[in-house]
């Protein structure tokens, strides 16, 4: 991928963005990280990633008002959102805001991770 491809990865946890940005370089994307919503919002100012990995639990806002104040701007990045909790209200919540999917912070996380973003990149015609 080059930088035109870039995925942004907006998560608060230091330790998990590491492993996170991590795997998606090892697998051949370039990551982007923000540790907030508003340094994600700064972020989409100026530069436009061909998918949002966004954490829905963010230590400024909900992963909804992210997307919430985004469209308002106009800006219409797919994104898939993270979740530690897999609430269906949240599921059902962000699915709705047009989310190409979900990854449950769970046991499974690591190895679901790549995966998810291919079929996203897959979804929106990138591979």
């Not at 608060?12 to 998606?24: K, N, Q, Y």
Request: proline fraction near 3%.
């Amino acid at each position: 991928m080059n930088k035109e491809q870039t995925v942004l990865l907006v998560e608060d946890s230091e330790g998990l963005a590491h492993i996170v940005r991590r795997l998606l370089t090892r697998a051949g994307f370039a990551v982007d990280v923000t540790a907030s919503g508003e340094e994600a919002l700064d972020y989409l100012k100026d530069n436009q990633p061909l998918l949002l990995l966004l954490d829905y639990y963010l230590p400024d806002m909900e992963g909804g008002e992210v997307v919430t104040r985004l469209r308002a701007q106009g800006n219409r990045v797919p994104f898939i959102f993270m979740t530690g909790s897999g609430e269906p209200r949240i599921v059902e919540e962000m699915m709705g805001r047009g989310a190409l999917g979900w990854i449950a912070k769970d046991d499974s996380f690591m190895e679901c991770l790549t995966d998810e973003v291919t079929k996203a990149f897959e979804t929106l015609g990138l591979f």
